[in-house]
Structure formats: C-alpha cells, structure tokens
C-alpha cells in the first residue's frame, strides 16, 4: 500500500514551481526547446470478455460505455530523459547513477498503454481531446478526471485519453493479466526510470495534436489538445505546464498542450522521484508557484489539498498565486470549499478507487475489505458512513471542474478569460478559517456552504489500520445538520429552494459552474427534505 495521504502532506514542502528556460538566462547544460517526437502506436489491441483492458468501461465490474461512445486501447512506444532542476532550469540527469544501466540517463525505452475514449458519430466530435496522465497513487491506474467529469466529456462530445504513467502501474498491468500486457516495458523496468513520465505526456500530446496517420483520432479534427490530472497526476499536469511546456514543442515551436488543468495539488512534482536531490527544489524557492507561459492554466483544488498543505503554516501554501490575464501568463486558481480530495461527486456505489481495486483482485465489489476510516463503517463492500454521516463525501467538485473544462476552451478559442474567485480563508498559521458550522470561508461559493444542510469535513483520521487506510487522510465527508438547526436557518421548504436556485444561476452567470450541473442541484433541492 502507498501511504499517498502522508506523501501529499509532505510533497507540499518538497514541491516546486516553472523554472525560468529563457535562452540568455540558462546554463551551458540546460535544456532547450526541442521538437517533440511522437510515439509509435500499435493497436486497438483486440478485446474480448475473458482478455479486456484494465479499468476498461463496459467490462468486470466497471460501468457500461457511455451511450454514443466506444473505448479502444492502444500501446504507445517510445524513448524518454531523465532530469533534474538547475539553478535556471532542467538538465538530464548527470552524472546519471548506475542503477540506470544500460541506457544511461537519455533515451530510455518505454512501452505503456493508453486507453481512448471518443464518440462513435465522428460529427459529435467537439475538436478537443482531454489526456490525463493515470493517477498511480493506489499502485494502479485511476482516471480520476474522467470519472469525475465523464458526463460533461459525453455531452460535450470530447475524446478522453488515460495513459499509465509510472513504472509501478505497468507492473500492476501485467499483473492483472500477464499476457496482453507482456509488451509493456518502462526502461530498466524499476521506478528507477519514472522521470521519463514528463517526456511521454509530451510525446502523447503530441500525437493527438499533430493527428497524423497513427494516432486514434486521425479521422477527426483535432481542434485543442488539453492535460488534465487530479492528485497525483495533478502535480504531474502541474509540472508539465510549468516545466515542460516552455521546452518541448511541435514543429515550427508551438506547444504541445494548448491548455492544462491540473487539480488537486499544491504545485509541482519531484521531476526525477527521488533518482537524485536535485530532482525536487529546496524549500523556499520561488518557482513553487506556476510562471508565465504560453497557454492557458486553470487550477483547481479541493478544501482537503489547502488543509493539508496548512499544516505546514505559509510555506505548505507557497503555491498560491494571483491570477493573470497577461497573454503569457493566463492562470486561475479555484479553491473549492467543501469538496474533499476523495468523494462521491456522482453519488455512485462504489467509488472508482474501490470498484478498479476489486477488478484488479478479481473478487466482487461487495467482497471488499473495509478500509478503515473513523467515519466509515467497518465493513466489507464500498464505504458507507457511520450512523448520522455521509461518507464518503457527495459534495459535487465535478461541477466547479465541469465548467474549468468549459471556460479553457472558450480562452483558448475566443480570449474569453474565466471568473476570478479568492482562496480559502486561511490565518496566519495556515489554518482555514471558518462558519458557525464548521464550513470553510473564502474560496468558490456554491449553495453547497453559503446555503448549507451539512457541515462538510475534508479529511478524516484512520480508525483501523488497513492496506488503504493510509487513504483516510485524503477523505471528505459531510454531517447533514439536525431538523432543528434546518428550521432554524429557513422558514420552509420554498426559501430554501428559491435560495439554492439563486446561487446556482449566479454560479452559472459567472461561469463557476454550467447550466446542466446547476439544474441537477436545483431538481436535487426540490426533492430535498429541507427543512
């Protein structure tokens, strides 16, 4: 089990931000803007019941295909750097350490997968492709933007491209089955060889982007390319954006991406996991926060990444920044207070983590263990909370991230820049601050705490300890208040209603959230038993 709730924690401190790449300001071993080369592509690998990708919609326990869509999986070949910062910039690794024999530091091999989704009716297509880089955090591949935001992605009409992107969850692949995935290689085949993971995303990017004859989309027109990642590959498409972006280009020198939303991070990642010292910056260092570049970034956090980062006092939330404007350095942050880092934003069962955990073991999801939590129930099957608690938490961050999606491209496309909004309250500590009911202050405004039925918590402690339980940290859960307190805050059913219709409208107008998620909110309240 990777404990990644202490990791998060403790990567806020070792996190960093763009490194300034200008030509007059870089030294003699620097890295330079280069052309990306693309990976060769072999596939739709063949498919069947008994032999289908892992985490694959419409197989084993995983959710059918969304209607007018199908899902193709592809392996992806190519060769990757190694690098760490300089006082100015990056530069591949050196001297590059043994264990990396034989390849040395440049040019290392790799082989991974990539899973696409897209419309069946080509003339549904809407011109962008969203690729996250799977978040590896649990040891195997998890699509948390996509199962976030797939109904948005569906009634948009985008593609959706996953690639596994850490050494550790090509392991895990060959895992689940040894011989559809006997393929795949990463370098040396040890996470000796994860930086590699910046010069793929690249690579990937640029396959959908220049659209030639071997990429999945050839048939349609690619009109924007956009990286998103959520947590772990949150800091990923963080880094990417800021360290990546200025480097590795499309011929003629256009960038690869033509926007980024990276979610759930306080900034940047080790860019070498740990290879060598150099690969993370020092406390302290300016480049913490996301630099000019030349498209767009909106950021989007949950109150859970703030809390945590809080813990640390300022230097945790060093990774705060104006927004910009400027045409080359167009940046947003949104903090969203009450969404939590893990939760149930669709109100489904079980959560993705548990449904692609019980695939990966083979065993039904209402066989698996409990993971341990102080808020859950200690039982087998997905996580339900104890007696007077939701949880995990339903609070909908997909609606703040829905719309995140929607405003980069109308900057992309129109310069229509997105809403402003300030950070979460915080003292001087790095504590939130916060209601009378124990709601975060500050941040996106929604019904959800500024006309609240619940009290909603972003992280939560371990109870029992479990190969999961390591997770508690990161998850949210949410108290609905007592009848008496609901009387006491709106006089009848029809305010609080007319309340909650007032702010979604308002959400929508300022372009927080979009009209579909505003509706399913308002149609949730109508139904409501409030108060």
């Not at 190694?82 to 100015?88: A, H, Q, R, S």
């Not at 360290?243 to 939303?261: Q, S």
């Amino acid at each position: 089990m990777r404990t990644f709730g202490r990791r998060l924690v403790l990567a806020s401190l070792a996190v960093c931000g763009l490194l300034g790449l200008a030509a007059s300001g870089a030294v003699a071993a620097d890295v330079t803007p280069f052309t990306v080369t693309p990976p060769t592509v072999s596939g739709p690998i063949l498919s069947t019941s008994t032999d289908y990708p892992f985490i694959a919609d419409g197989f084993g326990v995983e959710p059918a295909v969304p209607a007018g869509y199908e899902e193709s999986e592809y392996f992806i070949s190519g060769t990757g750097n190694l690098y760490e910062y300089t006082p100015t910039g990056i530069q591949v690794v050196t001297p590059c350490p043994t264990s990396t024999k034989p390849y040395d530091c440049a040019n290392i091999p790799y082989t991974t997968r990539m899973l696409v989704k897209r419309p069946r009716d080509p003339r549904r297509f809407s011109g962008t492709v969203v690729i996250e880089p799977l978040n590896p955090s649990a040891g195997f591949d998890i699509a948390g933007v996509w199962d976030r935001s797939w109904p948005y992605f569906v009634r948009n009409g985008d593609v959706f491209v996953g690639w596994t992107s850490r050494y550790g969850t090509v392991a895990t692949l060959k895992q689940f089955n040894p011989t559809r995935y006997a393929p795949l290689t990463w370098g040396v085949n040890s996470a000796v060889d994860d930086g590699i993971t910046f010069d793929i995303a690249a690579q990937v990017g640029a396959l959908f982007k220049a659209n030639g004859p071997g990429s999945p989309t050839h048939d349609l027109r690619v009109k924007r390319v956009f990286e998103a990642g959520f947590s772990q590959d949150g800091s990923f498409t963080f880094t990417q954006a800021d360290v990546f972006n200025a480097l590795e280009r499309m011929p003629g020198g256009g960038p690869v991406y033509d926007g980024y939303v990276p979610g759930g991070t306080t900034g940047p990642s080790n860019i070498d996991f740990g290879l060598t010292a150099a690969g993370a910056l020092p406390v302290g260092d300016p480049r913490y926060q996301m630099q000019p570049r030349d498209v767009p970034v909106i950021q989007i956090n949950t109150e859970t990444e703030e809390a945590l980062a809080g813990l640390f006092g300022p230097a945790g939330l060093a990774y705060r920044r104006p927004d910009s404007d400027a045409p080359g350095d167009r940046y947003r942050l949104w903090e969203v207070p009450g969404a939590s880092h893990v939760s149930n934003d669709l109100d489904s069962s079980p959560i993705t983590l548990q449904r692609n955990l019980a695939e990966l073991e083979g065993i039904p999801v209402s066989a698996l263990a409990p993971v341990g939590c102080t808020h859950q129930q200690f039982v087998n099957g997905p996580s339900v909370g104890v007696p007077g608690v939701v949880d995990p938490n339903t609070y909908p961050f997909s609606n703040v991230a829905n719309a995140a999606f929607a405003d980069l491209t109308k900057w992309v496309d129109d310069g229509v820049p997105p809403p402003h909004a300030p950070t979460i309250e915080t003292t001087s500590t790095g504590s939130i601050v916060r209601d009378s009911f124990r709601n975060a202050l500050g941040g996106v405004r929604t019904p959800f705490v500024d006309v609240p039925t619940a009290t909603y918590s972003p992280t939560d402690t371990v109870a029992t300890a479990t190969a999961f339980s390591g997770f508690c940290i990161l998850y949210g859960y949410n108290t609905p208040f007592s009848q008496t307190t609901l009387e006491s805050l709106y006089k009848n059913h029809g305010q609080y209603v007319s309340r909650v219709v007032q702010e979604s409208n308002r959400l929508v107008r300022e372009g927080f959230w979009l009209r579909p998620d505003a509706q399913q909110v308002i149609k949730q309240a109508a139904h409501a038993d409030v108060p």
